[in-house]
DNA sequence: CCCCCCCC
């Protein structure tokens, strides 16, 4: 029945001669795990056919597999190849001469081996001859997308180069040879030169521990078939750290391949470079340079990041909402002075995440007028049950870069996003992201709830029994996010020891200390502004005007709330203070009663207790 | 050969 599956008769011979086909339909006869170190950087050798022609040297990555599934690796299936390099590997040391490779980059299965079933038609093997009789110009790399009209990208170009003098051996002049994808790296070979652009550069870091010291930096590389990070240590940083720019296109060749860690690594690519002192970098004036892509973004939409694992690297664009002040502190652990700066981002997903900036990133950040930041490699953390972003020394950050990602949200934010309330992930409440089991104020006590790290959260249907009223109320920071309270400095100026500044103004907070009952017993808490007004039925400016009027209004506001009931979520933990241990609770939730919700755990219980 | 990435 393999009569109705078509493949691209003659296509590979056009392919491996240099040209062009696109998303030409081709069967797997055969593939075969290559190079296989640990599972995860496995790579397949797979022979493929258009029905008249095969080749036994068309390559995938694992990756690439995995888009499709492991099923597309099956003997006959039939697949539509949508993008594609070629490359010619230098094979003379082996005798052969050169041999040109088809490295897929991504494909669709249209049907499974089993449903084809056998060989279609009677190909022939395309002999090396055929492939190796190309034209020589232009030829050594082409590239399609699977659009016609796409035009070949031509990899090594020759002829007039004019490069400043690099800071090394310039006898091998890498930009007449041919060139490799950095797809095709790998510790296997070490006879390549890549062309590719740097996107990112480092600082030079130093370090100092039981194995010795040094200093170091980084580039980010990339090219149309992938990106790969390049290490230079030590004299390497002397060598070339002033030499290369960012954005610039290079020439480069004869660097150390090795496994990257993914523990730490940023970059899509199973390996890493390292400098070596024959490592050779020379920029690339061609102007064909201009079709080697720029960043690579694989952008996740900020709703996502509420479930992404902490410590994730992520790449992420969004619309800059507000940013605080420059805040400078020392650190706990180092003593080191540092300073950041919040930003908060929006995107189309309507959620808003807070994203922290540091050093001189923090200090030269300026938010106004709403710019789009576009970070790749940023960190996901966890905070009081919140997800926020955190740059990181590897990230690379960009303000308005000119992308059609970011005239996309800038037009959404313009339209209608600034004046959308997004939901902030960020916001340090036990909301979302975790369970918060029903629980009685007795159950806290006897399962000696809040010795966990982060605290225990748990939800109750209580009764406000008491509301301090004094000092439920201050003065605060009126910058959105700090809500420090205010020095009143007495001269119409308030100041905030946090944002180091004087304002003319200030903004009323609401910090309540309050006794809940519910049926076993009750619990001392606090409660933050936010919630507090929930229960009070009364923003912290209404009440604060109140206050101005008459130092009673307090008192009696929140007398008229007592044995008012509600859902409080939770968080109980155990802090000491002058050698003695207590349970901190702090409400960081209040919630009107769901009865049918509240009914449904309370039947949950009774079932609990017949069983 | 780094791989720390900070604070509430």
């Known amino acids: 029945m393999s009569a109705k599956y078509n493949l691209s008769a003659g296509s590979l011979e056009i392919i491996m001669q240099g040209g062009k086909y696109p998303n030409p339909i081709m069967q797997i006869l055969a593939s075969k795990r290559i190079n296989a170190g640990a599972a995860d950087k496995e790579r397949y050798r797979v022979v493929l056919s258009d029905s008249k022609n095969t080749i036994s040297f068309a390559m995938l990555t694992t990756q690439v597999r995995d888009q499709v599934g492991p099923d597309v690796l099956e003997m006959y299936s039939v697949i539509q190849i949508d993008k594609y390099i070629t490359s010619v590997i230098d094979n003379k040391a082996k005798g052969v001469g050169d041999a040109r490779v088809l490295l897929i980059l991504e494909l669709k299965l249209i049907a499974s081996g089993a449903e ?16 190796s009789s190309a034209p020589k110009t232009n030829v050594s790399n082409t590239n399609t997308n699977g659009t016609s009209t796409n035009s070949s990208v031509v990899y090594n170009k020759p002829a007039t180069s004019n490069n400043p003098t690099p800071p090394m051996d310039t006898s091998e002049n890498l930009s007449n040879q041919m060139t490799h994808p950095i797809s095709s790296l790998s510790p296997y070979h070490n006879k390549w030169v890549i062309k590719a652009r740097v996107t990112n550069k480092s600082s030079i870091r130093t370090w100092s521990n039981s194995r010795g010291e040094g200093k170091l930096f ?8 992938g990106e790969i990070r390049l290490t230079g240590f030590k004299d390497m940083v002397d060598k070339f750290y002033d030499y290369v720019q960012v954005d610039k296109v290079y020439f480069i ?5 090795k496994s990257a860690n993914k523990q730490y690594s940023t970059l899509k690519n199973d390996y890493e ?39 994730t690297i992520v790449d992420i664009i969004g619309v800059v909402k507000s940013v605080s002040d420059l805040q400078t502190f020392q650190a706990k652990s180092t003593g080191r002075e540092l300073k950041k700066k919040d930003v908060t981002l929006v995107d189309q997903s309507k959620t808003a995440v807070a994203l922290t900036l540091w050093g001189s990133e923090a200090e030269s950040f300026d938010g106004t007028n709403n710019p789009v930041l576009v970070i ?10 919140g997800k926020s972003l955190s740059t990181v020394s590897s990230s690379n950050i960009k303000v308005n870069p000119e992308m059609k990602e970011c005239y996309r949200i800038r037009g959404w934010y313009d339209g209608e996003g600034a004046n959308m309330d997004a939901t902030n992930i960020s916001a340090r409440s036990g909301a979302g992201g975790f369970n918060t089991p029903w629980m009685s104020f007795k159950e806290v006590q006897d399962q000696n709830l809040g010795n966990a790290d982060k605290g225990d959260y748990y939800q109750v249907m209580g009764t406000i029994l008491l509301i301090r009223s004094e000092n439920a109320m201050y ?9 420090k309270k205010v020095i009143d400095l007495e001269n119409g100026m308030y100041r905030c020891e946090k944002c180091n500044r004087e304002f003319p103004n200030f903004k009323y907070r609401l910090l309540a200390s ?16 936010s919630e507090v007004e929930k229960v009070l039925g009364q923003t912290s400016q209404e009440i604060g005007e109140q206050v101005e009027q008459n130092s009673e209004a307090m008192a009696n506001i929140v007398d008229k709330c007592h044995f008012r009931q509600f859902i409080l979520k939770c968080r109980a933990k155990m802090e000491t203070y002058n050698d003695e241990s207590r349970l901190k609770t702090v409400c960081i939730k209040v919630d009107p009663i769901n009865y049918e919700e509240y009914n449904n755990h309370l039947i949950e219980r009774i079932q609990q207790l017949i069983a």
Not at 117 to 126: F, M
Not at 275 to 280: D, G, K, N, V
Not at 475 to 483: G, S
């Open 475 to 483: 003065k605060a920071c009126p910058t959105p996010e700090c809500n």
């Open 253 to 257: 060749s004869k660097c150390q391949l």
């Open 116 to 131: 084809v079933g056998e060989k279609i038609g009677s190909p022939v093997q395309l002999t090396n001859d055929s492939s």
């Open 514 to 529: 309050m006794n809940v009952g519910d049926w076993s017993g009750n619990q001392w808490m606090s409660m933050f502004s």
């Open 273 to 311: 470079m390292t400098m070596t002192p024959e490592t050779i970098i020379q920029e690339c004036h061609d102007v064909d340079s201009s079709a080697i892509p720029q960043t690579k973004y694989d952008f996740v939409t900020i709703d996502k990041i509420a479930n992404t694992e902490p410590n």
């Open 376 to 385: 790749k490699g940023a960190r996901v953390t966890e905070f009081g049950g």
């Open 218 to 225: 980084s580039l980010d590389l990339c090219d149309e078939s």
